[in-house]
T-cell receptor, first 116, second 112 residues
């Protein structure tokens, strides 16, 4: 079974500081990995995805994530936080093998607060 | 406009009533999904569909019914609503394996 753990349900950073949101997954086979962002009263928007082409993945709004197989991690980073980055962030995993690859398993989310 | 739309956006109903949440997508995506979002649980899959007339249970299917007679529509029905089904419901769709899911804006359902 696949699962996702997001360390820290709340993260606060100052504007201009580095953003680091942690995600670890458990899967018996290499997965597809995704980061989504959710703004208040909206659905989830895709930030970036890992599909085995490259370990460092760049997404929208200067976010990026690095797939580390040895650590089973897919942490999300951004060099400099903006006030507009305040939102909830979800890591999700989907198995590459057929059968259940269509399903996403989500972490419980990390609420990012950006302080002025 | 292309996209995925959910209706209604907000719904208040009483326990024991039947309620149907609608989901419509214009991309002709094969797969569609229903999730519920609750504090501390992230998103949990209720049901999904691989194509018209093909549906399957997710993690938390009890108390819900789905149908998919047309590719573009995937309604979710609570046959006899309970307070524990108060939640925000999201519909999503994608083309299949490895493809990101695209989400609607959600339906906030309150059951009194």
């Amino acid at each position: 079974a696949q699962s996702v753990t997001q360390l820290g349900s709340h993260v606060s950073v100052s504007e201009g500081a580095l953003v680091l949101l942690r995600c670890n997954y458990s899967s018996s086979v290499p997965p597809y990995l995704f980061w989504y962002v959710q703004y208040p009263n909206q659905g989830l928007q895709l930030l970036l995805k890992y599909t085995s082409a490259a370990t460092l993945v760049k997404g929208i709004n200067d976010f990026e994530a690095e797939f580390k197989k040895s650590e089973t991690s897919f942490h999300l980073t951004k060099p400099s936080a903006h006030m507009s980055d305040a939102a909830e962030y979800f890591c999700a995993v989907s198995l590459i093998s057929s059968g259940s690859a269509r399903q996403l398993t989500f972490g419980s989310g990390t609420q990012l607060t950006v302080l002025p | 406009d292309a996209g995925i739309t959910q209706s209604p956006r907000y719904k208040i109903t009483e326990t024991g009533r039947q309620v149907t949440l609608m989901c419509h997508q214009t991309w002709s995506h094969s797969y569609m999904f229903w999730y519920r979002q609750d504090l501390g649980h992230g998103l949990r899959l209720i049901y999904y569909s691989a194509a018209a007339d093909i549906t399957d249970k997710g993690e938390v299917p009890d108390g819900y019914v789905v149908s998919r007679s047309k590719t573009e529509n995937f309604p979710l029905t609570l046959e006899s609503a309970t307070r524990s089904q108060t939640s925000v419901y999201f519909c999503a769709s994608n083309m299949g394996q490895g493809q990101p899911q695209h989400f609607g804006d959600g339906t906030r359902l309150s059951i009194l």
